[in-house]
C-alpha cells in the first residue's frame, strides 16, 4: 500500500485486501494459516519477496505436487516494449523496473521449480501506468497493450486472475475500503460466483462473476475494468 520511492502514489486499501485475502485462504482454500506468508509495506521490499519465493517456498513445498495461491494487491508496471510485466514491491522504482522490481514471469519460474500441482495467481493490479486513485504513477506513461504471445508463457498447470486488462486502471471501492477486483473476489470465493449451484466454483464461474461485478462498479465511476483470466477454465478453484 505505501512505497518508498512513491511518496504521494499509495495503493489506497491493498493491506486490506491482502489482509482479507489471508482469511478467506484459511476458510474457503482450505490453506493452514502456517503455510501462509503475508508481506506488507516495508516488511514486502524486494528481497523479502524473492525470498519467500526462493527460500521459504521450497522448504513447505519440497515434496512438489502441491496447490499454490499467490494475491498481490499493489502497483505494477511494463517494461517499455510492452514484453514484460512488473510488480513494484515496497522498494521498489518505478524507473528501474528491471533492478527493483519483479517481473511476473520470474515469479512463475520460482514457483515453477517448487513442481507445484497446481498454481492459482490473483493480481489486483494494473500495468499501464496509473495508481489506483487515477493518477499516474510516471509522467509519461500511456496505457501499454501487451503483445499477444503473454498468455503463451503461462504453464498449463497455472491460473493468473488480474484485475483488468493491461490498458485499464485496477480501481478501490472508498465505501468498502477495498480494491473492486478484490473485494468481488472474496464475494465470489464466498459462494456468489457458484452460477450453477453445484457447490464447487470453477475459473470459468470466478471470472464471469468478477467481470459482471467488476465493470458495472467502475462503470459507475466512470471507469472500464475488465478482469481476465489466463488458464484452463474448468479447474475448479473452490470447493464447498
Partial sequence: EKYENLKGFDATFANRDAGAFREYATKALGV???NIKLLTDK???????????KLWLPQFARDGGKDIYIFFAGHGLASDDGKDLFILPYDGDSMMLEDTAISRAEIISLVEKVKPKSVTMF????YSGPSRDGEML???ARPIRIVAEDEDNIPSNFSVFSAAKNDQI????????????????????????????????????????????????????GRKQNPVLSGDPDQVLVRY
Fill in 170 to 221: 485496477s480501481s478501490s471501492i472508498s465505501e468498502i475500503k477495498h480494491g473492486i477486483f478484490s473485494y468481488y473476489l472474496m464475494k465470489g470465493l464466498e459462494g456468489e460466483s457458484d452460477s450453477n449451484k453445484d457447490r464447487k466454483i470453477t475459473n470459468q464461474e470466478m471470472i464471469d462473476y468478477l467481470n459482471l461485478n467488476v465493470k458495472k462498479i467502475a462503470a459507475k465511476a
Fill in 123 to 126: 493480481f489486483d493490479t494494473c
Fill in 138 to 140: 510516471i509522467a509519461s
Fill in 43 to 53: 516488511n514486502a521490499k524486494r528481497r523479502d519477496a524473492l525470498k519467500v519465493f
Fill in 32 to 34: 493452514k494459516p502456517a
